[in-house]
């Protein structure tokens, strides 16, 4: 099948707005949560949602779509099943990097950094917080395993309906819970005319950070 249009001949030249060293946030996650406040404002579709990429033992790289769930001075947090692909993978090597693309705002946001899982505690307030299909669901998929077939999974979805029926306390599994991301170095990137991007850079040094300008 043909495809409808020439895809290298798509392209927008951006122009909405510009970044400047001056204009920026003393810290990334300062800087990050004014720009996230702009896009959830904005209506941007799903603002929350980043691309997770991670690399496994073999040094082979993968990533994925989460969402982010909190954000603190320490870092970014989403929740996942730990014994899923993206899991394993930060056992294997706990280094990662998130993108947020915020196209209605011609916007990008690249963090790389060491990821830990969150506290016991932590990930227990959220999963309560959770819509109950959703809890009900983390016990009923077997994240990123082989199965024969749909079914199977609402087999298990409805097996978990009924062990939980009548009670709204569904425990958070073992196997689940969250991450956070701490991050070394942020990238800021807003798109310009002719594709001259304005790109500023924050890298960890020590307790402080080095606000620095990229070429695009």
């Known amino acids: 099948m043909a495809l409808s249009q020439n895809i290298a001949d798509i392209r927008i030249n951006y122009s909405k707005q510009a970044l400047t ?9 300062e800087q990050f949560k004014s720009w996230l406040d702009e896009a959830i404002k904005s209506e941007a579709q799903e603002p929350t949602a980043l ?6 033992a073999a040094g082979k790289p993968s990533a994925r779509v989460v969402l982010l769930k909190d954000i603190d001075e320490e ?4 929740f996942t099943n730990y014994s899923s692909r993206k899991g394993q993978e930060l056992e294997d090597n706990p280094y990662a990097a998130i993108t947020f693309f915020w196209p ?5 946001v690249r963090v790389e950094g060491k990821v830990v899982k969150v506290s016991q505690e932590a990930s227990d307030a959220y999963f309560r917080s ?11 998929s077997p994240q990123s ?3 024969e077939a749909r079914e199977v999974l609402e087999q298990r979805d409805k097996a978990f309906e009924e062990k939980f029926a009548g009670s709204d306390e569904i425990p958070r599994p073992e196997y689940w819970g969250g991450y956070q991301l701490q991050p070394e170095l942020v990238e800021f990137w807003q798109g310009r005319p002719n594709r001259l991007h304005d790109r500023i850079v924050y890298e960890r040094d020590g307790a402080n950070w080095q606000i620095k300008r990229l070429a695009p």
Do not use: C, H
């Open 104 to 108: 209605a705002l011609e916007r990008q």
């Open 145 to 147: 395993q082989v199965i």
């Open 75 to 78: 870092g970014y947090t989403f």
């Open 21 to 29: 060293e001056d204009s920026v946030a003393a810290t990334p996650i």
């Open 51 to 56: 691309i997770l990429s991670t690399v496994n």
């Open 130 to 140: 959770r819509p109950r299909g959703s809890r009900i669901g983390a016990w009923a």
